[in-house]
């Protein structure tokens, strides 16, 4: 059980009382802006008091991909700030019973292996890729196959290529013609403007296109 990391952050009496009651789980309160090192661990997890930290803190937290339990004293707190948790982050509302937080826990980290093997997040941005979908703030649109692969390629690279895309995207050459890139960039461009009122998803610099964050 050891090998389960879980970071608190915003209540260091929180963390001691893990500790104290033998959760057998390596427990660490983490003050703000504090790095998490997962490297060479099976399971991390955070349990965050968010009302306890700066607001422009807990988003940043949220934006990290890893299993989280949101705690709350105030039960309108998400809905007042305007956020949206993901499939893999929890709220509870405290006070809560402290000897069922292992089976909440195993809820949350098994949610998180189930969408590292089907879904994908880019920035504010969450992919279904089994079911083409991006969504953000509640909102889904559907997306094409050649859509999904073009997003998915661009995924944690600092700029690709036209041709390089083709090839990797539609398997063209060099001697092919390219309209097909351009009319579903603009395509997928102009979806992502109309659902999400985002014009700057994918952007083009010096003849390689990225995704752009925020």
């Known amino acids: 059980m050891k090998d389960i990391h879980v970071y608190v952050y915003g209540s260091n009496v929180f963390a001691t009382l893990l500790i104290e009651i033998g959760t057998g789980y390596s427990i660490f309160f983490k003050e703000e802006n504090n790095s998490e090192d997962s490297s060479n661990i099976k399971d991390v997890i955070r349990i965050i008091f968010p009302e306890k930290l700066k607001l422009s803190e807990f988003k940043k937290l949220l934006k990290k991909d890893m299993p989280t339990l949101v705690m709350l004293d105030n039960k ?4 007042e700030n305007k956020l949206v948790l993901l499939s893999f982050q929890q709220s509870l509302l405290l ?11 195993k809820i949350i980290t098994t949610k998180y292996k189930f969408f590292k093997n089907s879904k994908t997040i880019i920035d504010t941005y969450q992919i279904d890729i089994n079911q083409r979908i991006i969504s953000r703030d509640g909102i889904d649109a559907k997306l094409t196959e050649k ?25 063209y050459n060099k001697n092919l013609e390219s309209h097909a890139f351009e009319t579903h960039l603009h395509r997928l461009r102009q979806k992502i403007k109309k659902c999400f009122k985002d014009n700057k998803f994918i952007v083009e610099n010096n003849s390689l296109y990225y995704l752009c964050r925020k």
Not at 96 to 103: R, V
Not at 151 to 164: D, H, M, Q, V, Y
Request: aromatic share 10%; hydrophobic share 50%; charged share 20%.
């Open 147 to 171: 859509e999904l692969n073009l997003i998915l390629a661009l995924k944690n690279t600092n700029g690709l290529s036209k041709s390089f895309l083709l090839k990797k995207v539609w398997n």
């Open 76 to 79: 309108n707190f998400l809905k």
């Open 95 to 105: 006070p809560m019973d402290i000897f069922s937080l292992k089976e909440i826990i």
